[in-house]
């Protein structure tokens, strides 16, 4: 079956942040919203199909997830990434950012270091400050052909933090970590004990030419120190139905953990995402193959597009996510001048860089998971304010 990923799908009115919170976060209702990470494509038939019958019963009560829905999952994790995961290692969460807090709860205390890998999603600076711990920066380089990390600097910071939270693949500089890298990092965090927590919410989100590591897979000991979180909801568009895993590997940290998320009465979640995620971790296979090939004629479209019209904006082409990390800092104005020229001049809808770390600032980051004429649009949009 061929996808359709050219169709407009109105989304204005259905409470949805991309679209109906513009006035709010742009001050101007009419930008064109390439921000928050959900797809404008529609969410796959299959994954439709299974809330659709579920919710043909007329009964919408409390339910667990059964070996059938994990069962789904591990499938998953073993013909795309070629990771064994064993059931007892999975758990349900009600999102990632949701999981990652947990565990900063439950494996640190007030006043620990923790690790980012700014610039980073935001929600990870807060996984630290929301909770009294110390946000140490081990910021991103910039090399000759895209972001590396400061390996020399993390080894100096792990001395003395309790926690690392990694970004695998890296939003939003698009970085899908090698094997080498993520070994290195391991190992530093290992000889210091910092536990590390890997976010691969955008693993299945790889672009062609490149592969996922999940990073329990390095060796037994990195799987044994670590947490890992995993989700259908960026690869099918299924954010709205709150359905996440942790994958913990150790049975005593997979123990703490668990605890803590029922301590917090966290761990049932609701029946659509559990039917929607089962469902896309049977079928998705095709799908998600026609997405990655849609989604690299997007980057492909703006890379071109830049490279020849606009070429004061900076980029490295993304290896993951469908997110392109754009750097405005060639046009020498301030913050505030980008950011109105942005909203009000382009009437583009783009999330503000320095959200993401200071070194963000003067950048935009721009959603790409939308029809190719959206992207058509938003390029005529740039060029228009800043050609
Ligand atoms: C790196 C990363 N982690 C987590 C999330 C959100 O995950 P959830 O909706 O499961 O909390 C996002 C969404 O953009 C993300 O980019």
Redesign the pocket.
Known sequence: MQYNFDKIIPREDTNCVKYDLRQVVFGNPKVLPMWV?DMDFETPDFARNAVIARAEHPVYGYHFKDEPYFKAIQGWLLRHHQWQVDLEWMSFVP????GFNMAVMAFTKEGDEIIIQSPV?P?FHHAATGHNRKLVYNTLKVGEKGYEMDFELLESQAKTAKMLIL?NPH?PVGRCWTHDELLRLSEICLRNHVLVIA?E??CDLVLPGFKHVPYATLNEETANHCIVFH?A??TFNL?GLAT?TAIIPNKDMRDTFNNYVHSMEAELGNIFGKVATQASMEQGDEWLSQLLDYVQGNVDYVADFLAQKLPKVRFFKPEATYMMWLDFNGFGLSEEELWLKMTRGAELGLNRGKEFGQEGSGFFRINLACPRSTVEEAMRRLYSEFG
């Not at 999102?95 to 949701?98: P, S, Y």
């Open positions: 990470a999102g990632v950012v949701c999603y929600p970004c939003n976010d919410i955008h989700a909801s960026k954010a996440s």
